[in-house]
């Protein structure tokens, strides 16, 4: 988040001084905005997704918060999101910042199975699991 933002404000920073006010104004009122909408919405979806996948295999699963509006809820958050990205393809920008935001994401994806997943460390709720998972798989191996 730090990068994108980073990378967002040197472009804000930097594109009056290169274009002028008047197109710098009218380039990231429409490119930047989209790009920020649009991962808003891609990452909306995927909570949604993730929320209905959840309540799906693990309806019995104790959480700490309950949605008020249960699968409903994710189901409306999809429609919002899918409204919200069907009005942003009608601006002709669109496609210069969702094209810069899939670059970001694909380059976010690939240091993640490059780099980052290699240096996962569990939390102590899952090194206990592991450690418990272990030791009975211990007991009854021969």
């Known amino acids: 988040m730090l990068a994108g933002s980073g990378l967002g404000l ?15 104004g009218a380039l990231i009122g429409s490119v930047l905005l989209n790009m920020a909408v649009f991962a808003a919405m891609l990452s909306y979806l995927s909570r ?3 929320f209905l996948v959840l309540r799906r295999d693990y309806p019995r699963l104790p959480r700490p918060f309950a949605s008020p ?3 409903f809820g ?35 994806v ?8 290699h240096r996962l460390i569990l939390t102590p709720d899952e090194a206990a699991a592991r450690k ?10 021969p």
């Open 10 to 24: 040197a472009f804000m920073l930097v594109l009056p001084a290169v274009l002028g006010a008047a197109e710098a």
């Open 69 to 71: 509006l249960g699968r």
């Open 48 to 50: 949604a997704a993730a």
């Open 74 to 108: 994710g189901w409306l958050t999809i429609a919002i999101c899918a409204v919200t990205l069907l009005c942003q393809v009608q601006d002709p920008r669109f496609l210069q910042g969702s094209f810069w935001v899939v670059i970001w994401l694909v380059l976010a």
């Open 132 to 141: 418990a998972a272990q030791l009975s798989a211990d007991q009854v191996a």
């Open 110 to 117: 690939a240091y993640y199975v490059g780099v980052a997943r």
